[in-house]
């Protein structure tokens, strides 16, 4: 099983076009430390031919673009796509969907949470039914993944619930909880035939005790990345919200994930979906020697794993 890294960045990507923070600002000057990324997603193949992404972010264009293995391979109209499985409903994991406009067949995977939310946008009807069957991820049940037309692309799955939050478009401001409810977010167990296996969980608010037991002994956990600490965007004056009101587990401290990994005995541990604010996604900063000698990879656009 081969595994592409798209996109390694948080909503609005490395650096963000709006931002003025000194990693971004850093960035733009071209500085080596600081390698621009686009927005989270993966790509994954069981037999190097046929392709599933994992998310669909507003960068995929350029994703696909930038990845040869997801080229046509032959003929006016082809691609080696063949699903797309989402583990939220974000913009940043739904909004690349649309680049997949032009007639070709898919199969679309999600939770019926994540399903109801583009069945009520009539935007994403530009993906014709017949064409894209929208297939549910039934929480804890391994689910073969096919293509458009039903055949099988070698991978299961298993999407199962972790704490999260509904998206933020859909926020009832009226309720505490915002509205979410178990599925909002999903983690996802990722296997092939051969018995390789890895955890895509690109969100996350927190490493639960039910979590923790799925994860223990993995041989590969991609995981929210998002801010090092929870306070991360108030303190740079970027945003009146923390890391728990956005949905996102901190990297850093007592109940952080590099604590919360610490004795589960995962043999490869990445960071993914890094928030541009997040001072681990520069090569040369404290943070992110301190995230290395805790086992950690800080993912990169392009970067490849093979199980």
Known sequence: MKLIVLGAAAG????QWNCACENCARARRGEPATRPRTQAGIAVSANGVDWVLFNASPDLRAQIAATPALHPRAGRRDSPIGAVALTGGDVDFIAGLLDLREGQSFGLYAGRRILDLLGANQIFRVLDADLVPRRTLDLDTQTSLKDGSGSDLGLTVEAFAVPGKVALYAEDQARADFGSAEGDTIGLKISAADGASFFYIPACAGVSDDLAWRLRGAPLVLFDGTLWRDDEMIALGLSAKTGARMGHVSVSGERGSIAAFADLGVAR???????????????????????????????????????
């Open 12 to 15: 609005g990507g490395f650096p």
């Open 269 to 307: 541990k990445v960071f993914v979906h890094v928030n541009n604010s997040n001072p681990m996604i520069l090569d040369d900063s404290p943070e992110r020697a301190v995230a290395e000698r805790a086992g950690w990879i800080v993912a990169q656009d392009g970067m490849e794993f093979t199980l």
